[in-house]
Nanobody
Framework: VQLQASGGGLVHDGGSLRLSCAAS????????VAWFRQVSGRDRMFVAA????????YYADSVKGRFTISRDGAKNTVYLELNSLRPEDTAVYYC???????????????????WGQGTQVTVSS
């Protein structure tokens, strides 16, 4: 499966963005799909994940209540709605997917075998 991430941009503190992760080559059915983010020089960190079939969602504590992950079956796309953005949310955001992610590894970047290119999110203060 090939992943295409989009939707990043520059917003002010408190603003909103919606990121998209579109799949091609096959559907997301049976996959776990996640968003990670990375600041230059730091590790890539878990943000949110969704299990495509069950629609169960998972969030990092730092974004819970502000970010929402969802999916559109007709468009074979996963979205990440970013609200109440803060300067510390500035990072390159990556989507990732894999059909074999076990529950205990949902937040681990090493569990995902397919990655999209990053999309930059910049929040100005």
């Amino acid at each position: 499966v090939q992943l295409q991430a989009s939707g990043g941009g520059l917003v002010h503190d408190g603003g909103s963005l919606r990121l998209s992760c579109a799949a091609s080559g096959r559907t997301f059915s049976g996959y776990s799909v996640a968003w990670f983010r990375q600041v230059s020089g730091r590790d890539r960190m878990f943000v949110a994940a969704i299990k495509w079939n069950s629609r169960h969602t998972y969030y990092a504590d730092s974004v819970k209540g502000r970010f929402t992950i969802s999916r559109d079956g007709a468009k074979n796309t996963v979205y990440l709605e970013l609200n109440s953005l803060r300067p510390e949310d500035t990072a390159v955001y990556y989507c990732a997917a894999d059909p074999s992610v076990i529950q205990s590894s949902l937040r681990s970047r090493t569990a995902y075998g397919y990655w999209g290119q990053g999309t930059q999110v910049t929040v100005s203060s």
